[in-house]
């Protein structure tokens, strides 16, 4: 069941993301094009490409989360809670569904990168292509001094993407209780809640992980995993027992 | 009420409760708006008029509760149920149970609770206390899986095409069968490739019924489906009920549209400021009353 809820999820996703892709990815090789040819309307084409392949990265998250509330909270609310399936089970898929669509995004984004690097003139492309080769060494340095950090990097990373995500699902859960103005209730409290998590990240995590960061570095990556995993536990099971217990569905 | 006819209507009360099956407690009693009074002042003198010699006529009141013949286990089932929201009370100590099988009327007029129970045996809401069956279990995604649910809303994704939304109905459900939902439409004129937000409300409550009616659930729930649509578009909708209702299947029918659909009903449930006013086969309330049910639903619901 997740699998085909994904699924229809993503169709509707895709509805707008393939159409934005086509034109980042049109814009991009126009650009390239017009580099070789030796236009000036490169730049142009370049700068299209560009806010494309930004929009496109917005538009996969911002319309995951409208997707989110739209297929819950309005009349579509309706069908998608008459369709044999668990809230665990249909919140798993909204964020799975969401995530893959962040991650398409982004591949576009570099994909478009890559069409326009391609175009650079020898001398441009070799420096940026000696940038990516120190980074890379930077980093396979850090690695070989202390292997661990990458598990834990990559695990703090993996643990982040759906935070954010779960975030603004729960933000649209509690405003959904309001009989009233839900989107606008919605807003206040994503707008209340974004203040409250950044002064508690500033005043309370932070300090704590700067001390803990001059113990060892270890520990340090650990609490920020444990916060963030914590974070994504009570948003989830949060927003499960709003769904389960406190729908209300209007219209 | 003054005293005198509260007293004279006691005591035919008292008389008639001996003749009937033994009655829950009135919606009086349970009364929690005390809206109910106005209900039974009206009702009070027609019984106090009738003579000995005259054939006896029944009130709403008296089929309160007249229970449905048994033929096996409840499809529905709700035992105290009660609803509050803040502090306004939705249901309460709503009492019934449907058996498998026939097309039973949720009637009440706006703001009855209709919705609420709907929605209750739907698993959408929770009960404040009490309790509502569905095919014996509290319902809950796999209860869903044995009932088609129609909403009282433009519940379909408006960016879909008909086909999309079909197959969308074929992935989740089963006993959803795409042949016949296809076939019903094709003889309503609607197209597969058509747009849903370009339907007309008509045709998009029409395709919200086929969708429904092509499950073959054990208990299909239809939350108000002539509310909002020409006469012709209401016989068409009853004729698809009526011709795709699986023989053993019940259908949860809510409406306040009486007149249109009581002849395809076989029991009624008057739903009253969240109570049950009158809960009897329909054959019954014809028989003991007289009167068609749109004119007891007027007489019950007379403001």
Not at chain 2, 127 to 138: A, R
Request: aromatic letters at 10%.
């Amino acid at each position: 069941m997740v699998g085909k809820l994904i699924k229809h999820d993503l169709i509707a996703l895709f509805r707008l993301l393939l159409f934005i892709s086509c034109f980042a990815l049109g814009f991009a090789i126009l650009a390239r094009i017009f580099m070789t040819t030796g236009s000036s309307f490169w730049l142009f084409m370049f700068i299209m490409s560009l806010w494309a392949s930004i929009a496109l990265m917005f538009v996969a998250s911002v319309g995951s989360i409208v997707r989110f509330y739209k297929s819950l909270f309005t009349g579509q609310g309706y069908m998608t809670f008459s369709l044999p399936v668990s809230v665990t089970k249909l919140l798993i898929a909204k964020l799975l569904s969401a995530i893959i669509a962040t991650l398409v995004g982004v591949a576009v984004f570099i994909v478009c990168m890559l069409i326009l690097m391609s175009g650079l003139p020898a001398e441009q492309l070799q420096s940026f292509l000696d940038g990516v080769k120190t980074l890379f060494q930077n980093v396979g340095v850090m690695l070989s001094y202390d292997p661990l950090i990458s598990i834990e990097t990559i695990l703090l990373i993996i643990i982040s993407i759906p935070m954010g995500l779960l975030q603004y699902y729960l933000c649209l859960s509690i405003g959904q209780l309001f009989s009233k103005h839900r989107v606008g209730w919605s807003y206040a409290i994503i707008i209340l809640s974004n203040i409250v998590l950044n002064i508690l990240f500033a005043y309370c995590l932070m300090p704590i992980v700067d001390t803990f960061a001059e113990i060892n570095p270890h520990l340090a990556l650990w609490t920020v995993i444990i916060v963030f995993a914590g974070l994504d536990v009570g948003y989830f099971f949060l927003i499960r027992y709003l769904l389960s217990h406190k729908l209300n569905l209007l219209v | 009420m003054n005293k005198k006819e509260a007293s004279a209507e006691e005591a035919v009360r008292t008389e008639e409760s001996a003749e009937l099956p033994a009655a829950e407690p009135t919606a009086t009693e349970n009364e929690p708006n005390g809206k109910a009074d106005a209900v039974q002042e009206e009702v009070a003198p027609a019984q106090t008029e009738k003579s000995e010699a005259a054939p006896k006529r029944y009130s709403a009141d008296d089929l309160f509760d007249c229970a449905m013949p048994i033929n096996g286990e409840n499809i529905l089932e709700c035992r105290g149920l009660c609803k509050m929201y803040s502090n306004f009370t939705a249901l309460y100590q709503v009492d019934f149970s449907i058996p498998k099988g026939g097309i039973v009327g949720l009637l009440g007029p706006n703001g009855s609770g209709k919705t609420t129970l709907i929605k209750l045996a739907m698993g959408m809401l929770h009960p404040t206390s009490g309790e509502i069956l569905v095919d014996g279990k509290t319902p809950n995604y796999k209860t869903r899986a044995v009932t088609a649910y129609l909403p009282d809303a433009n519940y379909l994704c408006d960016w879909m095409r008909v086909e999309q939304q079909i197959a969308y109905y074929a992935d989740f459900f089963p006993d959803f069968r795409k042949d016949k939902a296809q076939e019903m439409l094709a003889r309503l004129g609607i197209g597969l490739k058509q747009k849903i937000k370009a339907l007309s409300k008509g045709n998009k409550e029409k395709l919200g019924l086929i969708l429904t009616m092509s499950r073959t659930a054990k208990l299909y729930i239809l939350d108000e489906p002539i509310a909002g649509v020409d006469p012709a578009a209401r016989d068409y909708i009853l004729s698809t009920i009526m011709a795709n209702k699986p023989e053993d299947a019940t259908i949860f029918l809510c409406t306040h549209l009486i007149a249109d659909i009581e002849p395809v009903l076989t029991h009624a449930i008057f739903l009253r400021n969240g109570q049950v006013a009158l809960n009897s086969p329909v054959a019954e309330v014809r028989e003991k009353t007289g009167k068609s049910l749109d004119e007891l639903f007027r007489e019950v619901f007379k403001w």
